[in-house]
């Protein structure tokens, strides 16, 4: 990205900001729950995925959540590994979610990914990766369940190398298989690491090994597994590239280990990883200029908005990322798209360890602000310089519905709904330019249950969803007089998105080819920067 990059300050050369992603069932949910139980953050495992009274333990340090009994906290978890602060950011898990997640990867600096060692790369694990791939995001691979019967070694990292495109440089190696999985040995430091399997909280003690000679190994590993093992390590070192720590930060690497994160095993490993190969927090893509993290000043932009789960208060909470500079509580910073100066007076720091709010954060690190809507994707806070973070797209949707009121008299109620959502980012919301009425668009067919749900359950207002003629919208973009002409042309399709931003709504492909035989000054595009 930038070439010799300074020292960063301890503070935030401390820093891993990373997403985790996986297929679902890969054991996402638990390794993030190793990752908190080794980051000290939670007493016992279980607890992220328990509902009820040991979730609500655990975040009800966080007053907001207690008042207002949402669960902001997940979205975004802090915990300390070492002498390093790891900032975890979660993805959604369903695929229908994927510009979400591809929003969520914007505030990242590295993925972990997870893929299960009988089932190799899985769909949503190949759709993730593109995304990350688009951001040349470094990768770190954790081969999860070697404790089952897994596939063969070679096979699994052939497999990454050959569905996504990267070399894969093994950072462990497992030793035995299924049952007679004993444990790993890890390249990086020459140590055998050997699973605990009767206490799966334990993390069983590694052994210093000498090199692949040092008879010790032998010591600690049953002879018909040494044998294969050291014959697996001959043909991997011959076949597999070495660690490259650039070709990692260029994303062009990912090192793999193997463990099972429900025996905790390999999971220390994979967070030593992180801490070793990071990266620290990196630049930010902004308009005029880049965004350096040791800069004195905060910056920093909104790559999420939650809305409350209860009706009864319309507040959300923006996801932001600092990109820049030491953020202290009650700092007044600018919102550049408005140039307003907000107070950020009652941020939420995800500390999940601490219990109480801190007091300050650092580049790299998420804050969470409560707002009443003046937050949107893609905004940019600054100490007052006109900046604009960039690389937050927004992407046409691929179906598209029209909403009615249930009741028409609440027509104005569901307007503010529907905007709400758009802003939140589940949605983009169009109000075609002839007639009344909406049309929402969004990139998977479950969103539009949620999302009729949602308005049922948070504004009490019954909707009815149907088919729209049209199947895709772009946005117009040119010189305003051809942009006028074109619209006032084309009336029937035009409409303006929930930023008042004018779209071209579309059935067919030949709408589109249509538009740039017959108006070469209008372009038509699929994504639209947010700001
Ligand atoms: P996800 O968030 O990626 O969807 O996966 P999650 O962690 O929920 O794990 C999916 C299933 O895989 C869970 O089993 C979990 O216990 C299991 N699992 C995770 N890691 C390992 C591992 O290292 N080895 C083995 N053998 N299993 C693992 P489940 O039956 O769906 O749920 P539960 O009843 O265990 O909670």
Redesign the pocket.
Known sequence: MLDNRPTLPPEIARRRTFAII????????????KFLLYGGAIQMAGQV?AKGEARRTRSDFMKMEQDRGISVSASAMSFDFKTFRFNLVDTP?HSDFSEDTYRTLTAVDAAVM?VDGAKGVESQTQKLFEVCRMRDLPILTFC?????ESRDTFDIIDEIQQNLAIDVTPASWPIGRGRDFIGTYDLLRDQLELMDRADRNKVSGSIKINGLDDPALAEHVPAELLEVFLEEIEMAKELLPKMDHQALLDGTMTPIWF?????S?GVQELMQGIADFGPEPQPQRAEPRFLAPEELKVAGFVFKVQANMDPKHRDRVAFVRLASGHFKRGMKLTHVRSKKQMAISNPVLFLAADRELAEEAWAGDIIGIPNHGQLRIGDTLTEGETLRVTGIPSFAPELLQSVRAGDPLKAKHLEKALMQFAEEGAAKVFKPMIGSGFIVGVVGALQFEVLASRIELEYGLPVRMEPSQFTSARWVSGPQAKVDAFAQANKQHMARDNDDDIVFLTRLQWDIDRVARDYPDVALTATKEMM
């Open positions: 996986s297929h679902p069932d890969a054991g996402k949910t638990t390794l993030t729950e995925r898990g997870v999860n369940k070697m404790d089952r463990g099972s994160a429900i025996n095993f």
